[in-house]
């Protein structure tokens, strides 16, 4: 069964601080995608990662970066938080032709 | 990739089948629709995919229109557990990734 594992399930920040998500999946998967959620706003797609250190933008990259340095991992970097970035973090990969497996999310507040 | 549309929210009698509509009018030849349910405070979970056979396992059914443009995921006896945000989206099964747009989706809510 595939895993994917975000590394924490709640994260309490202060402004200004820079935060790192961390994703991990146990499926030798090419593709990870980092997705927020918002009520009202659905899942939207910040950054994806189709093979090791390469990334593409989504529809809304802006305030975050990402990190793929190794297959399993996908990371996905606040440089500096801000309160309009309290959300559900959710992580996700796939192979080809397989449906995406997401993590049970991360959800960031930015005090 | 296509974009779906589907209603808000839905009801359910608990032990009844549950119908849950999607609208993929732009749909391209080469893409699949794709199922999947969020519970509350998970992440979102696969339920089926199809590119124009209807399919079935375990967990529902999928019924694609001939002409593609619509499909139906079938809950055939739904419980309180299938209580649930469903998400319809389409998409291309290619080397790289994809965006995928989930929408709103629809909360189907199952009633004893």
Not at chain 1, 63 to 76: I, N, T
Not at chain 2, 29 to 50: C, D, K
């Amino acid at each position: 069964d595939v895993k994917v594992t975000q590394s924490s399930r709640y994260l309490v920040k202060r402004t200004g601080e820079k935060v790192f998500l961390e994703c991990v999946q146990d499926m030798d998967h090419e593709n990870m995608f980092w997705y927020r959620q918002d009520p009202g706003l659905g899942l939207r797609l910040i950054y994806f990662s189709y093979d090791v250190k390469m990334k593409e933008k989504g529809d809304i990259p802006e305030g975050y970066s990402v990190s793929r340095e190794k297959k399993e991992r996908f990371s996905l970097i606040l440089e500096s938080a801000s309160t309009n970035q309290t959300s559900m973090y959710l992580c996700a990969s796939e192979a080809y032709h397989s449906p995406l497996h997401f993590g049970n999310g991360t959800r960031l507040t930015v005090t | 990739d296509a974009k779906t549309t589907q209603p808000p929210s839905m009801d359910c009698a608990e032990g009844r089948a549950a119908n849950l509509p999607c609208n993929h009018s732009t749909i391209s030849g080469n893409e699949y629709v794709y199922w999947y349910r969020q519970i509350h405070s998970q992440g979102p979970q696969y339920i089926i995919h199809g590119l124009k056979n209807n399919e079935t396992n375990e967990m529902a059914s999928l019924i694609i229109t001939e002409d593609r443009k619509s499909s139906t995921l079938i809950l055939p006896h739904a419980t309180l557990r299938d209580t649930a945000v469903y998400y319809c989206i389409v998409r291309v099964a290619r080397t790289n990734a994809g965006k995928s747009t989930f929408g709103d989706g629809t909360t189907l809510t199952v009633k004893p």
